[in-house]
């Protein structure tokens, strides 16, 4: 038994070994290129003119108001990452259940997501100013106060920001679940169903679960994209 369970053993170890030569080549090159930079802008971080200044450019960037700005927007951004989750879930079960017309709404659904970043920003900047299109058909139904400056004003600009994010976001987490919702095994949900399951005690014991790998990588895609939309 111990020697059938040492030769596995090694061929397993012969098998990974075997994989090596394959991963090599781009391990170095991704390991030159990140770590170089990496190890460069290390390097220059302490330095001001080649001079070594130490601590000098973190206290500069620590002590500008700026800085710490736009350290607390991105904070506030990340809040909108679990509502993120929440909506892509919810957008997946619903596309699960659906059988007619499923394609039309996928392709509603992921199309905010494929738009180029520019272009979203020139639409909504256009859409969303305080003369634009928007304040103006709420003007022509007599709601001027509901016309306001979304992205002029410091308390609307961020939560403005966020909604789109969100609708331009969201495609992607909603395709990404409603995938692995249909890997899923049907028996899996006939069994549930057979014990008496309703549709959110399914949800919650049986489907959230098995999603709990691409929700945590969703989760985590999204907190970068909040991250990199706001500087």
Known sequence: MAVNELSLMKRRRALALGH??????????IVFVFGYSVFSLFDQSFKYKEQWVGFENFNLVLGDSLFR????????????????????????LALFEVRNFVGLYRTAIFLPYILPIPVVGVVFGQLLQFN????SALRALNLPGFALDWLGDPQLSLPTMGAIIIWKEVGFGAILILARLMSLPYELFEAARIDGCNFWQMTRRVTIPQLKTVLVFYFINEAIVMVSWVS
């Open 20 to 29: 090596l030569p394959w991963v090599l080549p781009a391990a170095v090159v």
């Open 69 to 92: 700005t736009a350290i607390w927007h991105n904070t506030l951004l990340l809040a909108a990452v679990p509502v993120l989750v929440a909506l892509g879930t919810a957008l997946a």
């Open 132 to 135: 634009g299109a928007l304040n």
